[in-house]
């Protein structure tokens, strides 16, 4: 059972993963979604998210995609984590500077269109018809939200792994970001809590559970 501490949670009595969604609520721009284990890494011994996870916080990611337009990620954790085609109704955008998009289920499979944005002057074309090159430069989320809001694309939910979500901060473009945290005790440094990509955000959201917290930001 969730435990719900401050903010949003707090308010709406939030004592599961539903009802800790629904108090999220639904949102427009970049909200970022990251899980970090006990002494902040974004990946397990394995190189993926997966192993530091728990089933409440997949249940959060479901939920939260549910909520999204387009879901952003990058090739490297596409890859790793074999990104499908999402069976929400969101769209799927992947990111990679050299152009590389071999080795991810969605892109040989998506039957929607699925898009890629890519640095490489020559990037492997994938031979998916569905699948949408557009070119980036090194600052890879200039003229983004332009890009998306001509797409209607209101809701867009960042699940990069950390450098090229720090980029999307850099760019100030992400107005939320929620952030689990795996394997805390109680005598884990308070510190841990804070976000690990703006030190100036603003904390409205904390839940927590057997060890794991839930927090929602404001930037």
């Not at 549910?66 to 596409?78: F, G, P, Q």
């Amino acid at each position: 059972m969730i435990q719900a501490t401050f903010g949003l949670a707090k308010s709406a009595n939030a004592r599961n993963i539903a009802s800790l969604d629904a108090c999220y609520g639904e949102w427009t721009g970049v909200r970022s979604n990251h899980v970090l284990d006990p002494i902040g890494r974004f990946s397990g011994i394995d190189g993926s998210s997966r192993s530091i996870s728990t089933s409440e916080d997949r249940e959060l990611l479901l939920a939260l995609r549910k909520r999204a337009d387009l879901i952003v990620v990058d090739a490297a954790t596409a890859r790793l984590e074999q990104y499908k085609a999402p069976k929400s109704k969101s769209a799927l955008a992947i990111f990679s500077s050299s152009g590389d998009f071999t080795g991810i289920p969605a892109v040989d499979t998506s039957e929607s269109p699925i898009y890629l944005f890519t640095g490489s002057s020559s990037p492997l074309h994938p031979t998916n018809p569905n699948a949408v090159l557009i070119p980036i430069t090194d600052k890879p989320f200039e003229g983004f939200l332009a890009w998306a809001k001509k797409h209607s694309f209101d809701a867009i939910l960042l699940e990069a792994g950390p450098t090229l979500t720090a980029k999307a901060f850099v760019a100030r473009i992400v107005r939320q970001s929620a952030i689990t945290r795996t394997g805390l005790s109680s005598e884990s440094d308070p510190k841990l809590l804070a976000n690990p990509f703006d030190p100036q955000a603003k904390l409205i959201s904390l839940a927590l559970a057997s060890g794991t917290s839930f927090s929602l930001w404001s930037h």
